[in-house]
């Protein structure tokens, strides 16, 4: 690869996705189905100072291919983005977002704004997903400075971007997280009933999904666990993710196995 | 038919090398200086938005000096060489040395062969780490690339500004003192360059994976005080 210079008239902008499909630097997307593991349940929920995201590990292909898959990244310092669907395109679509991020603010010398974030999801995804059977659906949550709140968007699979004023989940644990962010949202919610309905979440998708980890006693391996607030992306860790995965299986365990009416 | 004449190579070369020395001497001189913990990049700009230096990667950064148009054009594509090297192999393959080898060859591709050479002179600034050392590699309006040891001065005053420079001792300074010995160096004892008309960027180990900063106006009042 030599200097990459261009015409005015061809210059691809702050844009590194158009700059890598100009220099060829991205695989061609075939038709090819091959069989590769899945990455499966993330879910995220705003609440008053910020977004909560939780997301299990596992990947799963004709048998579980891995079970400590980090499926939530930090994209930059205020946004965190997920994904879901194929575990190699994903992959390459959390470095692609990363990199385009950090290109654009030193091309331009300043930020992407939130929503010019999830807007420029939006082709990559729809040239993944409408060109292979490899699908990938991503999230995105971040901290907006320019607004000061906490905003989430979602995808459909042809790169319709959504913003969502509550609560998201993608993956194919999606029916049981869902119904459990359904039942215990509230509009008021801070961020430790963000954190407890988000883990309870996909403790229900690990429950009944069979591509979703739930927590791994065993090994101990818990789902990751971040929020994204004014202070940007943060990790939980390890030991507070455990206990409180160690107490919603406690509750369940006491109740022999039924939720009991009470989201617990 | 028409006529052609003679020119001797060494007279297209002379003409040529003034033309781009005069044409970078119209714009102002930086200065880019190793400190004990890092690299310091300082330019006299008014200007607070068309930038002279530039983050490149995680521990390289550009400056620029000499016709705004025709080096930030060179630092655009730094950034896609640098970051397109890395999405393709591993950022820690991205090395200064090599981008300063195809700045070298850009420029003295167009110094002879151009329909006139580029105006500028680049300096591409390397924070060491575990598998490479800090540099300054400085690559003139020809193509020439030298690779610097303490510190490299770019723009039209170059010479008088190095000699400055030179006056304090050759070694490695904390950023304090660094950043007084530019400044002095830059405004020479008849000026004083205010700080709004300074840009300073360093690159400098915080933890991050990305070592490049810019320091406000009132970070760099700070150290010269």
């Given amino acids: 690869m030599g200097l990459p210079l261009f015409d005015a008239h061809l210059d691809p902008g702050p844009s590194f996705f158009h700059y890598a499909e100009t220099a060829g630097l991205m695989t061609p997307i075939t038709a090819a189905s091959a069989h590769s593991p899945h990455a499966t349940t993330v879910i995220a929920v705003r609440y008053n100072a910020g977004v909560v995201m939780v997301g299990d590990r596992q990947a799963t292909g004709n048998y579980i291919a891995s079970r400590d898959v980090r499926k939530i990244e930090a994209a930059d310092r205020f946004t965190a983005i997920a994904i879901s669907g194929t575990a190699a395109r994903g992959i390459e679509f959390i470095k692609m977002a990363q990199l385009s991020f950090e290109h654009y ?58 913003e969502r004023f509550d609560f998201a989940t993608i993956g194919s644990g999606t029916p049981f997280a869902d119904s459990a962010l359904r039942l215990g949202y509230r509009a008021d919610i801070d961020l430790d009933g963000a954190l407890e309905l988000g883990a309870l979440a996909i403790y229900e998708a690990g ?31 390890a030991d507070d993710v455990a206990a409180r995965f160690r107490a919603i299986n406690d509750r369940r365990t006491q109740s022999g196995g039924v939720a009991g009416g009470t989201l617990r | 038919m028409s006529n052609y004449f003679y020119v001797s190579p060494e007279q297209l070369i002379k003409d040529r090398a003034e033309f781009a020395q005069k044409g970078i001497a119209r714009g102002r001189s930086m200065v880019g200086a190793i400190y004990d913990v890092g690299v310091l990049l300082i330019a006299e700009n008014p200007s607070a938005s068309l ?21 930030d054009r060179l630092r655009e594509a730094d950034i896609r060489w640098a970051d397109g090297t890395g999405f393709t192999y591993s950022r820690e393959d991205v090395d200064a040395r090599a981008l300063a080898n195809y700045y070298a060859q850009h420029l003295g591709d167009m110094f002879t062969e151009g329909q006139k050479p580029l105006e500028v002179e680049i300096l591409v600034a390397q924070l060491g780490s575990k598998i490479r050392p800090t540099k300054l590699y400085r690559v003139a309006y020809e ?64 933890g991050t994976r990305r070592t490049f900063m810019r320091l406000s106006d009132d970070e760099v009042s700070e150290l010269l005080s």
């Fill in chain 1, 105 to 162: 603010e030193k091309m331009t010398d300043s930020a992407l704004s939130l929503e010019g974030k999830a807007n420029y999801l939006s082709p990559i995804i729809q040239r993944n997903n409408l060109s292979s059977p490899l699908i990938v659906m991503p999230l995105l949550a971040g901290w907006d400075p320019s607004h000061q709140v906490g905003r989430i968007f979602e995808y459909d699979g042809a790169g319709g971007c959504y």
């Fill in chain 1, 207 to 237: 429950d009944n999904d069979p591509s979703t980890g739930g927590p791994d006693f065993v090994r101990n391996i818990y789902p990751m666990m971040v929020t994204i607030t004014v202070e940007g992306f943060r990790e939980l860790d």
């Fill in chain 2, 51 to 71: 930038n002279k230096i530039s983050e490149i990667y995680d521990r390289i950064a550009f400056a620029g000096a000499g016709r705004y148009n025709e080096f």
């Fill in chain 2, 143 to 206: 193509g020439t690339i030298s690779d610097e040891p303490f510190y490299s001065v770019l723009g039209g005053d170059a010479e008088t500004i190095r000699a400055r420079f030179a006056a304090h001792e050759e070694r490695i300074h904390p950023l304090k003192q660094t950043l007084k010995n530019a400044v002095d160096a830059l405004a020479g004892p008849d000026r004083t360059i205010p700080t709004a008309d300074l840009e300073v960027g360093i690159l400098e180990d915080r």
